[in-house]
Nanobody, 119 residues
Framework: VQLVESGGGMVQPGGSLRLSCAAS????????MSWVRQAPGKGPEWVSS???????FYADSVKGRFTISRDNVKNTLYLQMSSLKPEDSVLYYC??????????????WGQGTQVTVSS
């Protein structure tokens, strides 16, 4: 399993970025997928998920500003981010979502892509 994020960078407040996550080594269309972000010294924060039926879910902090999508032909997950705020400046990870005995979790993560929102 390999997940490779791209698309991060620096943008001004109010700007937009689109993150991509290229997946390989598994049947992408059969798995729910998520975006998770993490600030230095803090635990991971769930951002958004999309299930195999293309139903989407968002954290309150990004609802209305971020849009998750997937292309099962290209085996790619996307996160369109708009109206970016300085507090969105963290490392963003693509992760494969699975169910465990203790509930949903993520079993594979990408290497992360940095988003920096600054004027």
């Amino acid at each position: 399993v390999q997940l490779v994020e791209s698309g991060g960078g620096m943008v001004q407040p109010g700007g937009s970025l689109r993150l991509s996550c290229a997946a390989s080594g598994f049947t992408f269309s059969s798995y729910d997928m998520s975006w998770v972000r993490q600030a230095p010294g803090k635990g991971p924060e769930w951002v958004s998920s999309i299930n195999t039926a293309n139903r989407t879910f968002y954290a309150d902090s990004v609802k209305g500003r971020f849009t998750i999508s997937r292309d099962n032909v290209k085996n790619t997950l996307y996160l369109q981010m708009s109206s970016l705020k300085p507090e969105d400046s963290v490392l963003y990870y693509c992760a494969r979502r699975v169910n465990s005995e203790t509930g949903p979790t993520w079993d594979y993560w990408g290497q992360g892509t940095q988003v920096t929102v600054s004027s």
